[in-house]
T-cell receptor, first 110, second 115 residues
Framework: GDSVTQMEGPVTLSEEAFLTINCTYT??????LFWYVQYPGEGLQLLLK?????DKGSNKGFEATYRKETTSFHLEKGSVQVSDSAVYFC?????????FGAGTRLTVKP | DTAVSQTPKYLVTQMGNDKSIKCEQN?????MYWYKQDSKKFLKIMFS???????INETVPNRFSPKSPDKAHLNLHINSLELGDSAVYFC??????????????FGPGTRLTVL
């Protein structure tokens, strides 16, 4: 079946550092890909999405490109802030719901 | 206005009890979902429901049952609660379940603790 694999955390960075969180997937079809963010004590919020190969999703300085050839959807941000500290989930859509990666906890220190 | 709301936010109960978690969405979506997030933050879909069909993750015990009084609500009933049911439960909704293009909107979660 379909699956999503994320780099294991936790990830700790200093403010203004460059962020990459790796995500790869396996799928029989051509799913849409998503990054969700969960701030402490809160629900999941959509961060960005891409619906087809070579699409780039972007939001709040975060970017991810749907790479069909490498089956990847890595999340990047050029300069992280303390307020970016959260758990980040890569996900793909299946016909009956989302399949999530295990989540990567990011802590940004001032 | 809250798009997807859940009540209660916290639920503490004894083993063996029966409990319900309510979910409402005001987005006009036609598909709703329940997810379980375990202590390691791993999220897994439990149910997908629209007015046509219920899709059940085969790993979900039949003690769990979704009930939809109308298109805007999908409540989760849990019978004979067990310690392993302790988790955070998230409700979500989307347009056109079955389409891979539409993102899901999540509620704030209900933290269930079974003692």
């Amino acid at each position: 079946g379909d699956s999503v694999t994320q780099m294991e955390g936790p990830v700790t960075l200093s403010e203004e550092a460059f962020l990459t969180i790796n995500c790869t997937y396996t799928a029989t079809g051509y799913p849409s890909l998503f990054w969700y963010v969960q701030y402490p004590g809160e629900g999941l919020q959509l961060l960005l999405k891409a619906t087809k190969a070579d699409d780039k999703g972007s939001n709040k300085g975060f970017e991810a490109t749907y790479r069909k050839e490498t089956t990847s959807f890595h999340l990047e941000k050029g300069s992280v802030q303390v307020s970016d500290s959260a758990v980040y989930f890569c996900a793909l859509s299946e016909w009956y719901g989302m399949r999530f990666g295990a989540g990567t906890r990011l802590t940004v220190k001032p | 206005d809250t798009a997807v709301s859940q009540t209660p936010k916290y639920l503490v109960t004894q083993m063996g009890n029966d409990k319900s978690i309510k979910c409402e969405q005001n987005l006009g979506h036609d598909t709703m979902y329940w997810y379980k997030q375990d202590s390691k933050k791993f999220l897994k879909i439990m149910f997908s429901y629209n007015n046509k069909e219920l899709i059940i993750n085969e790993t979900v015990p039949n003690r769990f049952s979704p009930k939809s009084p109308d298109k805007a609500h999908l409540n989760l009933h849990i019978n004979s609660l067990e310690l392993g049911d302790s988790a955070v439960y998230f409700c979500a909704s989307s347009l056109q379940g079955g389409s891979s293009y539409n993102e899901q909107f999540f509620g704030p979660g209900t933290r269930l603790t079974v003692l």
